[in-house]
Structure formats: structure tokens, C-alpha cells
């Protein structure tokens, strides 16, 4: 994860291109569970992923793209209750390749959500207590913006945490909001 941040900071000054290569997010999900498989079976957590038949490949640049689902993943496990579920889900919706990662963990209060993608926040629940930088989020918002996409975030007493990642489908770009709960 640390190589894909310094590969993001690269980019945005320049001395890194964004590659532009055709893959397939059925494989990147499937790289991300099998890194962080270990950590989320030292916490009896189990992550269960799913990539519905219609999703597309991608053009973009797959070590980012696979790090935004680390960081994801790698968080949901963080902040899942031992014995729970963390869900990943890739789809298509519209235009866009839609990323979504949920887990049971506490509900982030409405004003957290705003600055969660901002570097160094760290929500007041999580600091002193939880392990992190506070900048892993606002990374997978330069990612996601870097590929004409976005990220947003949920979280509800019913549905847990949500993060969103929508993607381009052939570099279009068509977002709606959503408010409906996560992994329908």
C-alpha cells in the first residue's frame, strides 16, 4: 500500500504517467481477498466477494486500482467485529463500474462522513485507538478521481459501512448519487 501511495504522489506531480492498460476487475478483486485473507482469518472475519458476469474490463492503471481495494478491504477487516463478514462487490451500473466494500463495523456519524476522505482525518472513535495515518481514504479518492471515477461513503446502524468506488466503463463518466443501502 505504502508503493501505491508514493505512486499517487508521483502522478499528481508529474513524474509518473497514469497507465492506461485494459484489465479485468474480476482478478483484482480476487489478488485483494487473497492478500488480506490472513489478516482477516487471524480476526475469524470472512470476506466474501462477488463480481456479477457483466462487468467489463477496465482501462486504467490495475497496481492503483488494486490498491484503492487493499486499503478498502484492508480497513473493513480493521474495523469488522471478530466472527463478522466484510462484502466486496464489483457491478455495473450505468456507465460505470461500481466497487462496493461493507462491513458491520461501528456507524461513522454523519459529520465524520464529509472529511473522511481528507488527509490525515481521523474521526474521533478512531484516534488513539485504532492503528493508521488517516491519509489511506484520501489516496483512494486521487485514484478514483485520477481515473474519471469517484468514491463516497455510507454508514447506517442497519447496513454497516459502505464505500463506493465508481469507475469509467471505456473512460465514459455518468454518476448518480445514491442513497440506498449498500450490496443490494
Not at 156 to 174: D, H, I, M
Amino acid at each position: 500500500m505504502i508503493n501505491t501511495y508514493l505512486d499517487v504522489l508521483r502522478l499528481e506531480a508529474g513524474s509518473r504517467p497514469l497507465r492506461r492498460e485494459n484489465f479485468n476487475i474480476r482478478d483484482t478483486v480476487s489478488q485483494a481477498k487473497q492478500v488480506l485473507e490472513p489478516l482477516a482469518q487471524a480476526s475469524k472475519i470472512t470476506v466474501v466477494t462477488e463480481v456479477t458476469a457483466d462487468v467489463p474490463p477496465l482501462e486504467g492503471d490495475p497496481h492503483l486500482i488494486s490498491g484503492v481495494l487493499l486499503n478498502l478491504l484492508s480497513n473493513a477487516v480493521k474495523y469488522t467485529p471478530n466472527g463478522r463478514e466484510v462484502k466486496l462487490r464489483a457491478t455495473v451500473e450505468g456507465n460505470m463500474v461500481l466497487v462496493e466494500v461493507q462491513n458491520p463495523g461501528p456507524v461513522i456519524p454523519p459529520q465524520e462522513l464529509a472529511h473522511l476522505f481528507q488527509a490525515f482525518y481521523r474521526g474521533r472513535e478512531q484516534e488513539g485507538t485504532t492503528a493508521g495515518w488517516g491519509i489511506g481514504l484520501s489516496f483512494v479518492k486521487r485514484i478514483a478521481e485520477q481515473h474519471g471515477g469517484k468514491v463516497e461513503a455510507t454508514s447506517n446502524a442497519e447496513s454497516g459501512t459502505c464505500f463506493r468506488v465508481y469507475l469509467p466503463v471505456s473512460g465514459l463518466y455518468s454518476v448518480r448519487n445514491h442513497n440506498e443501502t449498500c450490496l443490494r
